[in-house]
């Protein structure tokens, strides 16, 4: 048994106007989605993005960030531009003048990375390369069990994994980590495989915790994986 990872949700103050972004990024197509924005991959990703109202600010780097793949140094040249044609920016996070790769900010200030031609780690993924996670070696080995994707990387307490079925990556970096605060803005969407008690029992068994004393008024089921990072299980 294993849960299935069905949307990646983004907190936003313009739901609506950052899936345009990342519609144009990406080229995926939007949907509906209840309160916000759905955007539904044209590839092998597995799943959407989830664009959620949030009147929160942002105060800090996020917990995971998209690293985009690039074919040649002309196609990295054509994203970045692309990215800052829709709104995006170009970011600081240290990265220094000799970086390879270019550190872009969307509209509301979420990071993401464009990464050099002939990347060797993300070679077999497609244009969404990577969730290039801050984590630690428990949690890749936890999200490993939870979705039943394999490890792929597993050296110096840095952790990767990736869906049987192809799709980006998720990476977790390990030390040092980024001090939490407050709710992270991008966060996990899964759907139980069976009963969601059942899953719920597996799940604290691994290492997640339950976040409230009973389901949302939807049946989700909120939780943090074993680093604190929220998550929420739906039936």
Request: charged fraction near 20%.
């Amino acid at each position: 048994m294993a849960a299935q990872l069905v949307a990646l949700c983004v907190d936003a103050h313009d739901p609506l106007g950052l899936a345009r972004f990342w519609g144009g990024v990406l080229g995926w197509e939007q949907a509906g989605d209840g309160d916000g924005v759905a955007l539904i991959p044209n590839d092998d990703t597995g799943f959407r993005l989830r664009f959620l109202p949030s009147e929160v600010e942002k105060v800090r780097q996020n917990q995971m960030h998209f690293d985009l793949t690039s074919a040649s140094p002309e196609t990295q040249q054509r994203t970045v531009a692309r990215a800052l044609e829709l709104g995006g920016r170009h970011h600081d996070v240290g990265q220094g003048p000799d970086a390879t790769h270019v550190v872009l900010a969307d509209p509301e200030g979420n990071e993401f990375c464009v990464i050099a031609a002939g990347n060797k780690f993300l070679a077999e993924c497609g244009f969404l390369g990577a969730l290039a996670s801050d984590g630690s070696q428990q949690v890749g080995y936890f999200w490993s069990r939870a979705l039943d994707w394999p490890l792929v990387w597993d050296r110096d307490q840095q952790t990767a994994i990736r869906s049987p079925h192809g799709g980006p990556k998720i990476t977790w970096g390990g030390p040092p980590f980024t001090a939490k605060t407050g709710r992270n803005r991008l966060r996990f969407d899964l759907v139980a495989d069976g009963d969601q008690q059942t899953e719920v029992d597996r799940l604290v068994w691994l290492g997640a915790a339950r976040t409230a004393s009973g389901p949302g008024p939807h049946g989700e089921v909120e939780m943090t994986d074993p680093d604190g990072n929220e998550f929420t299980l739906w039936p």
